[in-house]
């Protein structure tokens, strides 16, 4: 059905071409997943189907590719929309109209279908990808979760028989992920057609492939297999491969279900084992103005909490701010973060990060230990004075248009520590995040940030307490070539000239100084607005689902990186979908549902008792509550 006959594809002012001797064949009525590392060719493959390269990404193809015979060089993309429905990595540019209604009904007139098939066929799949709640709602107010349903919605509506998926479930939720992938296998059963799927999260995807083409490097020719066969061999592999591959298991199971059959053996051998925690507790001592390598700098000396009392006043007109205890009285030295409690016995993963079951909050007036660790909140334990956390957020409300977006939130960040947000699309999260940098202003309810009001302080000021990597890159990055975005981050930061360049080399090799990072790979762009951010490094680091687009190494190096600035006092909080990064990162969960706080809890507690939460391996090997493939491989060793 989708044809590459030795395919290469080279860029204007590139020297080498990005994909290269590329043959293969995608037979009708087969999901195939196209996998590699990031900056690798996926998404430039997937756009040859579709026509969009070369017709708007400039350049020259080489070979031919042909979708049910047409060859899509010679037809321009409109004249192949009957067949092929692409959903690309960025929907918000994609979107043609200005509602969800409409949107999903564009695809279909632009075909002439007749307006009762249109109609039917806009409520089915508004049932199908939930989004009957948003129908009315403009495109441009869904959160990132929302925009990717509908686009991929907007695609199944015409029924086309080749469907082309840059990263469908990037920016879902677990669950959402799970329906998109099981309405996918449906349309590929039941009725014949035809997908060319590229995705990193291989733990969502690989058991619906029928085949996997792995594209090992830039410019190495394609392998073309069954996902087992080529998982055996791939540097791309998922949790549940890397501990078949530990535990030995011949063939690798691709599923949960596959390697918890596999398991008990493996169980047998870890019995008795702790898993040791897998990030470090946070580290008691000072805030990272102090211990932090650019403390010369000048902008970022004044980062930590205020001296009690001697703060910012608190911004006036605030209905909750008699009863918000951000008034520190008793806290601790300011710079210094408060003293843990002795860890408890045992080796789980909690072990040095303080009496995380503490189930009540300790006396006010006592500098507790960890307070934004130990105590799992509720709604009515309000705050314990202090000025140890680098942010505080009391009973916050944010209204979205008519959308109450959040309500009642409370919550506390302590230097060192990391924190996932976590909860399906729309629950709130990139709300959260937008309010901790005065994007948006409370309805009711208070946030501070380094003692500061963020909606109410300057940037310049806010820009030292606290950094956002957006959900889409490119809202942050506006120069034209990587290395002036480099060194406009440098100079922002007043970070030594080549720190943002190291940190892009750093996190991911290959990104070129002279590309426009509008040229740049998903994987790509978003390792340069990392590198922007945490160039400055700011006291509060958050990130707005960080591991977009970037492969499984580009994501232990993220880890890596991330876990230094913790121990280095940084606190992060990082909203994701990516069960797998917040085992690996977090040392507490943040549940939001419907702009509420759920849950709150170290991540061990929060994750291993939900089924769409829980990391593969802690599904394979649980009622043991391991976490991460690096844990098992430990206790192995
Ligand atoms: N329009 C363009 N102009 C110039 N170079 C480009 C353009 N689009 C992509 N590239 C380059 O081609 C290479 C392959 O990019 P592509 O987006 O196909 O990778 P990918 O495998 O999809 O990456 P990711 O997993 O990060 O999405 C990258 O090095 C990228 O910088
Ligand atoms: N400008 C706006 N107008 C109206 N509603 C909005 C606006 N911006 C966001 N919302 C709504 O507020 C709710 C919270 O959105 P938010 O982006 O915080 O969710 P999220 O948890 O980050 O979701 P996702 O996981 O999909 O990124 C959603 O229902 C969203 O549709």
């Not at 078949?244 to 199971?253: D, F, I, M, Q």
Request: glycine fraction near 10%; charge should be negative.
């Amino acid at each position: 059905m989708i044809r590459f006959e030795d395919v290469s594809v080279t860029y204007d002012g590139a020297v080498e071409p990005s994909v290269r001797g590329v043959d293969f064949e995608v037979p009708e009525g087969e999901l195939v997943l196209l996998v590699g590392p990031s900056g690798v060719g996926k998404s430039t493959l997937l756009g040859a189907v579709s026509g969009l390269v070369p017709h708007f990404t400039g350049g020259t193809l080489r070979g031919r590719v042909t979708v049910a015979g047409r060859d899509t060089r010679t037809h321009k993309p409109r004249e192949l929309a009957d067949v092929v429905g692409t959903v690309g990595q960025d929907p918000l540019s994609h979107f043609v109209t200005d509602t969800v209604e409409d949107e999903l009904a564009y695809g279909m007139e632009s075909l002439g279908l007749p307006p009762d098939v249109m109609r039917r066929r806009v409520e089915e799949t508004l049932d199908l990808l939930g989004l009957a709640d948003l129908r009315d709602r403009a495109l441009a107010t869904l959160s990132g979760g929302q925009q990717q349903r509908v686009a991929i919605g907007s695609v199944l509506t015409p029924h086309p028989s080749v469907l082309v998926l840059d990263e469908p479930t990037s920016a879902l939720d677990p669950a959402a992920a799970e329906e998109v992938l099981a309405v996918l296998q449906r349309l590929v059963h039941d009725l014949g057609t035809t997908v060319l799927m590229a995705e990193h999260r291989l733990e969502r995807v690989v058991q619906y492939a029928d085949q996997v083409v792995l594209l090992p490097a830039p410019g190495a020719a394609p392998l073309l297999g069954a996902p087992a066969d080529v998982m055996a061999g791939s540097p791309v592999y998922p949790p549940v491969v890397d501990l078949g591959r530990v535990a030995g298991w011949s063939p690798l199971p691709l599923t949960v279900r596959d390697a918890r059959r596999r398991a008990a053996g493996l169980r047998a051998r870890l019995d008795g084992r702790e898993p040791r925690a897998v990030v470090p507790g946070p580290r008691p001592g000072p805030a990272p103005a102090g211990g932090d390598r650019l403390r010369n700098r000048e902008p970022l000396e004044t980062t930590t909490a205020p001296a009690p009392g001697t703060g910012p006043a608190p911004a006036g007109g605030d209905p909750r701010r008699g009863s918000e205890p951000v008034e520190a009285t008793a806290g601790p030295r300011p710079g210094t973060a408060p003293t843990p409690a002795p860890a408890p016995a045992g080796g789980d993963e909690r072990q040095g990060s303080g009496p995380l079951a503490t189930p009540t909050a300790p006396p006010p007036g006592k500098a507790p230990a960890r307070r934004g660790l130990l105590r799992r909140r509720t709604r009515d334990t309000p705050a314990t004075p202090s000025s140890s956390f680098l942010a505080e957020v009391a009973s916050l409300a944010v209204r979205r248009g008519r959308v109450p977006a959040l309500r009642r939130v409370d919550l506390t960040v302590s230097p060192g520590e990391t924190i996932a947000l976590m909860g399906r699309n729309g629950a709130g999260k990139s709300t959260l995040l937008s309010a901790l940098v005065g994007l948006v202003e409370p309805a009711a309810g208070t946030v501070r940030v380094g003692g500061a009001v963020p909606h109410r302080t300057a940037p310049r000021d806010l820009v030292r307490r606290v950094g956002l990597v957006p959900q889409e890159p490119r809202d942050l990055l506006y120069a034209d070539t990587v290395a002036a975005e480099c060194a406009a981050a440098d100079t922002d930061a007043g970070a030594a000239p080549g720190t943002c360049r190291d940190l892009v080399s750093g996190l991911l090799p290959g990104i070129t100084d002279d590309t426009h990072p509008r040229d740049l790979s998903e994987g790509q762009r978003l390792t340069l607005a990392l590198a922007v951010v945490l160039t400055g490094r700011p006291p509060l680091l958050l990130l707005d689902e960080p591991t977009r687009g970037l492969d499984y190494a580009a994501k232990a190096r993220l880890v890596v990186m991330l876990r230094e600035l913790a121990a280095d006092g940084h606190a992060i909080v990082l909203a994701t979908h990516d069960v797998e990064l917040a085992a690996e990162l977090a040392h507490r969960v943040v549940l939001l549902a419907e702009g509420e706080v759920i849950a709150d809890g170290p991540t061990a507690d929060v994750v291993v008792s939900s089924p769409s939460f829980a990391p593969q391996v802690t599904k394979i090997l649980a009622p043991q509550r391991w976490l991460t493939v690096a844990q098992v491989r430990e206790a192995l060793a």
